[in-house]
């Protein structure tokens, strides 16, 4: 499995931005989630679905503004972000190939994208 994650940039608080992960490989078998890394801080879980797509779920800071979703006919997962934040500046990184069901650490992902920025100014 092949991640390439995109769509990330500079936007206002309050704006929107949708990102962007196409899989490679036997995509539409695995979970994938989405993880975000802050400068000097830990990497932290944001938003995971399951392989189907029928379960999702987010990380106390982001729900009711982020929605993960997945296209299994385009190999591509997706992370609508509403109503952003400063504190939701981070290189957002999109993970799966492991397992089928919900995962919330990295341990639980086998492949990861390269991460794409995301800044929001205040």
């Known amino acids: 499995v092949q991640l390439q994650a995109s769509g990330g940039g500079l936007v206002q608080a309050g704006d929107s931005l949708r990102l962007s992960c196409a899989a490679s490989?036997?995509?539409?078998?695995?979970?994938m989630g989405w993880f975000h890394q802050a400068p000097g801080k830990e990497r932290e879980f944001v938003a995971a679905?399951?392989?189907?797509?029928?379960?999702?779920d987010y990380a106390d800071s982001v729900k009711g503004r982020f929605t993960i979703s997945r296209d299994n006919g385009k190999n591509t997962v997706y992370l609508q972000m509403n109503r952003l934040k400063p504190e939701d500046t981070a290189v957002y990184y999109c993970?799966?190939?492991?397992?089928?069901?919900?995962?919330?650490?990295?341990?639980?992902?086998?492949?990861w994208g390269q991460g794409t920025q995301v800044t929001v100014s205040s």
């Open positions: 679905i399951n392989w189907s797509g029928t379960m999702t």
């Open positions: 993970a799966g190939g492991k397992y089928r069901e919900l995962g919330y650490g990295g341990d639980e992902y086998g492949y």
């Open positions: 490989g036997l995509f539409s078998s695995y979970a």
